[in-house]
């Protein structure tokens, strides 16, 4: 069963538009972490945030952020004013102890590509 | 720059052939991942190893296997080649044991084209 749903695909925006990424994700664990990734088109993947379970305040930082809702399982990430230097694919992951026999490992979503046109 | 190595970047080879992948962690570093990236299946994860010992396996075929050696270097072999072995293999690192404790830091991957 897949765990984590990022159901865009594709998005395309214009530069200086907000642009929300949608993150739902799927656990039995009450303990758990969620991530958020860029990879850029040079290809490593970048880590841009971890939030557990037990924390749902939202963040953050500078032009970028995340709503945590356990309520409806989301993580979404938003980014303000978007600049050319965003296009890339961005990737959600879930860390559950129980699916990964206690090490955590991510799962990561399909990813979003966000194109921002100048 | 991540701090972590890998090579080759880019590798093309025919069926039923065997490739060894290799990724230096970064500095300090004890854990090691591999994770295959593919169009149809998305980012998977194969495996871990943490200071040379298998920590956690994913969904990595037979034909796969890998190890981590004392100096903490990582290599993925791929034997029996296929097409849909084709993929992006990334390498991460981390100090920790468990992945949840922190980033991860990848490194820009081998692209691996199977003809």
């Known amino acids: 069963a897949q765990k984590v749903t990022q159901a865009q695909t594709e998005i395309s925006v214009v530069e200086k538009e907000d642009v929300t990424l949608d993150c739902v994700y799927e656990t039995r664990d009450t303990t758990y972490y969620l991530f958020w990734y860029k990879q850029p088109p040079s290809g490593e993947l970048v880590f841009l945030i971890r939030?557990?379970?037990?924390?749902?305040q939202n963040e953050i930082s500078g032009r970028y952020s995340w709503n945590f809702q356990k309520s409806t399982s989301s993580f979404n990430f938003t980014i303000t004013a978007s600049q050319v230097v965003d296009s890339a694919v961005y990737f959600c992951a879930l860390s559950e102890a129980r699916a990964s026999g206690g090490s955590y490992i991510p799962t990561f979503g399909r990813g979003t590509s966000l194109i921002v046109h100048p | 720059d991540s701090g972590v190595t890998q090579t080759p970047k880019h590798l093309i080879t025919a069926t039923g052939q065997r490739v060894t992948l290799r990724c230096s962690p970064r500095?300090?570093?004890?854990?090691v991942y591999w994770y295959q990236q593919s169009l149809d299946q998305g980012l998977q994860f194969l495996i871990q190893?943490?200071?040379?010992?298998?920590?956690a396996k994913g969904n990595i075929l037979e034909r796969f296997s890998a190890q981590q050696f004392p100096d903490l270097h990582s290599e993925l072999n791929l034997s029996s080649l296929e097409l849909g072995d084709s993929a992006l293999y990334f390498c991460?690192?981390?100090?920790?044991?468990?992945?949840?404790?922190?980033?991860?830091?990848f490194g820009e991957g081998s692209r691996l084209t199977v003809l």
């Open positions: 190893y943490y200071n040379g010992e298998e920590r």
């Open positions: 939030r557990n379970s037990f924390d749902e």
């Open positions: 500095s300090g570093d004890l854990s």
């Open positions: 991460a690192s981390s100090v920790s044991p468990v992945a949840y404790t922190g980033e991860l830091f």
